[in-house]
């Protein structure tokens, strides 16, 4: 158990991608970010010091944070943004957790300059477009692997993703859904994936030609390599998955699969012949559903499935798209003078002007945020069947208190009111087993007989499907606030947000220790 220092310098960068440069933020100056490396239990000491002219935070996606949730980095849930010239320490132990995890910005859309899709346009003007009219948002101009869009791309060939891999070797692919607001396929052509962990948590590993990755989801895969080099080359291809008729980047990003030794390949001018896999249509949810029932956790005797088998506390939250009233200096143009708006049991999160997390530590709530999130929605209805009948929705900054050590059931509802995309459901400062999952209504008598409670898989995001439901348990063990959201960055902007508390336990081991002394103000 060692201690780990690293320093991020959030910095502008210049990048050139489809032959345009950009002025992007980034991390010490590399695009993607910088990869950080802890074994379990290991204390990581990260100073981020902002040089560019945007408020910041950072978020360590997946990290439990027990009792750290100091170091959470959501803005304005865990701490006030990091301003210009400022720096903060996030100081964290990674406790019981191994496997693939990442880090992005966690403040308005500067995911996207940090990491993901690559977008002609400055972000600050996609935000614009897509909070204003309360339309869908511009689409990204291309999809990357490592910040490479590939040669399908104009412009953009030079900028190809290659592995290079030995005969006969198998590899360890860590697969990471960066994208800003697509789900996506991934697939090398002629090669069989054995998917071994996700979210961290290792799974009954099991093979597979194409992978599924919702936004802010992890995958290891395993790939092994021919033990005679092929005389080929193989495309990798990652393209998106979705349900509705919504506008979305519907191109596919390449990269190359080569083989070292390979004679003919260190020729110059010889071609190798060049396979390309098949992925499924873009709207294959019949694959998509099979694909997430296969994700199952390893639970053996060495890493069981620590699912809890009573529940304390029952929430049923329909996430969904609706419409808000229009205030005065709003541009909106949606009906009657409304905006869309993307909600939780028809609340539209507010983000607050100070972080919640300090709020509740001090006692000082008033102002900031309520304690009356709807446990369930306002009205009981059709929520996959048209026409919809609830889509007014209102805002506000309201939480969920929960005890310590609660164990929790959590159904998540599609409402399918507006456009059809599945959420990427996303929970701080936990992993909750995904104990079922179906298609249309969430039947309360009829579903929880059937629940997976032996090895349903342990994820931090949860794809909820268009049109349907997962049914999630966790225990509260962790005191903090702690934000829930859909990690499609529109949604998340539109109000598709919400916190939980969990309150300190009795015993001292149980308590939110203090934060530290250089926690940003806002
Ligand atoms: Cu990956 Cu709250 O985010
Ligand atoms: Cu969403």
């Known amino acids: 158990r060692v201690t780990r220092h690293y320093k991020f310098n959030v910095k502008l960068q210049n990048v050139t991608r489809l032959c345009q440069t950009k002025s992007i933020v980034t991390v010490n100056g590399q695009f993607p970010g910088p990869r950080i490396i802890a074994r379990e239990g290991d204390r990581l000491v990260i100073k981020v010091v902002n040089h560019v002219q945007y408020n910041l935070s950072i978020h360590w996606h997946g990290i439990r944070q027990l009792k750290s949730g100091w170091a959470d980095g959501p803005a304005y849930i865990t701490q006030c943004p990091i301003q210009t010239g400022q720096s903060y320490v996030y100081n964290f132990t990674v406790v019981g957790q191994r496997g693939t995890l990442w880090w992005h910005a966690h403040i308005s859309w500067l995911r996207a300059t940090v990491h993901g899709d690559w977008w002609k346009a400055d972000t600050e003007a996609v935000i614009n477009q897509a909070m204003q009219t309360g339309l869908a948002p511009n689409i990204s101009d291309a999809h990357t692997i490592n910040g490479l869009p590939g040669p399908l791309y104009n412009c953009s060939a030079k900028d190809t993703f290659k592995l290079k891999v030995q005969p006969g070797k198998t590899y360890l692919l860590r697969l990471i859904n960066a994208a800003l607001n697509d789900e996506m396929f991934f697939s090398i052509a002629n090669h069989t994936l054995t998917v071994v962990e996700a979210d961290a ?35 990798i291809a990652a393209r998106p998955y979705a349900t509705g008729p919504a506008s979305f980047d519907n191109t596919t990003t390449t990269g190359l699969l080569e083989y070292k030794n390979n004679k003919t390949s260190s020729l110059p001018n010889t071609k190798l012949p060049l396979f390309k896999p098949k992925l499924p249509i873009f709207n294959d949810t019949v694959f998509a559903m099979k694909f997430n029932k296969k994700v199952r956790s390893l639970a053996n005797a060495r890493f069981p499935a620590k699912v809890p088998k009573t529940v304390d506390r029952r929430f049923f939250f329909t996430v969904g798209l609706g419409i808000l009233p229009c205030s005065k200096n709003e541009k909106c143009q949606g009906p009657n003078n409304t905006r869309v708006a993307a909600a939780v049991n028809n609340v539209s999160f507010v983000m607050p002007n100070t972080a919640l997390l300090q709020a509740h530590f001090l006692n000082q709530s008033k102002g900031v945020f309520t304690t009356d999130f709807p446990a369930n929605p306002p009205i009981k209805f059709n929520y996959t069947g048209t026409p919809p009948s609830n889509i007014m929705v209102k805002s506000g900054t309201k939480v969920v208190v929960l005890p310590f050590n609660s164990s929790v059931e959590l159904v998540l509802q599609d409402t399918s009111i507006i456009g059809a995309e599945s959420h990427p459901l996303h929970l701080h400062g936990f992993n909750f087993f995904i104990v079922g999952q179906g298609v249309g209504n969430f039947d309360p008598k009829k579903d929880p007989p059937k629940f997976n409670l032996v090895d349903p898989i342990e994820r931090n995001t949860a794809g909820v499907p268009s049109g349907g439901w997962v049914a999630l348990r966790f225990l509260a063990d962790n005191p903090g606030v702690w934000f829930m959201h859909c990690h499609l960055e529109v949604h998340t902007s539109w109000g598709l947000k919400m916190a939980w508390i969990v309150q300190d336990g009795k015993h001292r081991n149980h308590k939110l220790p203090p934060p530290p002394s250089d926690l940003p103000k806002c």
Do not use: E
């Not at 093979?207 to 080929?232: C, D, M, Y």
């Open 201 to 235: 948590v290792y799974v009954k590993p099991f093979k597979t030609n194409i992978v599924l990755i919702t936004p802010g989801q992890t995958t290891n895969v395993l790939l092994t390599a021919r033990h005679k080099p092929p005389h080929a080359s193989f495309v």
